[in-house]
Nanobody, 116 residues
């Protein structure tokens, strides 16, 4: 059974940087993609960044040029490098993993708070 364990996050001032990590354990059946969502209070969960098994990346318009998604296959870990953070980036961030013919797997979530 695949499990995702997140780390990183916390409190940072506007303009600062944080890196989120998402460690993958268990056997992956057939990876389609991995990515990061976020959910701010009172708002719907939104896709922040995605990385396909082929290495293609996509980003929400609001984070393009500031966030970078990457994966270290040797460490089985997904990352989200967040630079030039803004107060509107404050949210709980969740990593996810999509496999063929399997339900989506979610990380436990981690709080990111950006102060102005």
């Amino acid at each position: 059974q695949v499990q995702l364990v997140q780390s990183g996050g916390g409190l940072v001032q506007a303009g600062g940087s944080l890196r989120l990590s998402c460690a993958v354990s268990g056997s992956i059946f057939s990876l389609n993609s991995m990515g990061w969502y976020r959910q701010a209070p009172g708002k719907e969960r939104e896709l922040v960044a995605a990385l396909t098994s082929g290495g293609s990346t996509s980003y929400a318009d609001s984070v393009k040029g500031r966030f970078t998604i990457s994966r270290d296959n040797a460490k089985n870990t997904l990352y989200l490098q967040m630079n030039s953070l803004r107060p509107e980036d404050t949210a709980v961030y969740y990593c996810h993993l999509d496999q063929r013919l399997r339900p989506r797997v979610w990380g436990q979530g981690t709080q990111v708070t950006v102060s102005s």
